[in-house]
Nanobody
Framework: QVLLVESGGGLAQAGESLRLSCLAS????????LGWFRQAPGKEREFVSA??????MYADFVKGRFAVSKDVAKNMMYLQMNNLKPEDTGVYYC?????????????????WGQGTQVTVSS
């Protein structure tokens, strides 16, 4: 069973920073792609970032502001979010693919966490 548990969400003002964490079970970080996605109220879930065997990907709207990283020894993936904007508000999800090629498609990810809420006020 694959377990993904997000933490670190909360309330921030525009321009501030938050760091999200994803605790992943088993060998998820070593052998598979892990990604961050988000979903704002009334909108579809969208790709934020992913890290895996073929590299790191970012959505254009977070380039230069967000950074993904992982600590294999701790089974943790992180998303450092800087210079937050109100449009970054949403539920952020950690997800894992079956495979090692990094992609940005929601449908390519097979396992999902419960999500953590991020709210950015102006």
């Amino acid at each position: 069973q694959v377990l993904l548990v997000e933490s670190g969400g909360g309330l921030a003002q525009a321009g501030e920073s938050l760091r999200l964490s994803c605790l992943a079970s088993g060998d998820s970080l070593r052998n598979y792609v892990l990604g961050w996605f988000r979903q704002a109220p009334g909108k579809e879930r969208e790709f934020v970032s992913a890290i895996g065997g073929s590299g790191i990907m970012y959505a254009d709207f977070v380039k230069g502001r967000f950074a993904v990283s992982k600590d294999v020894a701790k089974n943790m993936m992180y998303l450092q979010m800087n210079n937050l904007k109100p449009e970054d508000t949403g539920v952020y999800y950690c997800a894992r693919r079956h495979y090692s090629r990094t992609t940005n498609q929601v449908g390519d990810y097979n396992y999902w966490g419960q999500g953590t809420q991020v709210t950015v006020s102006s």
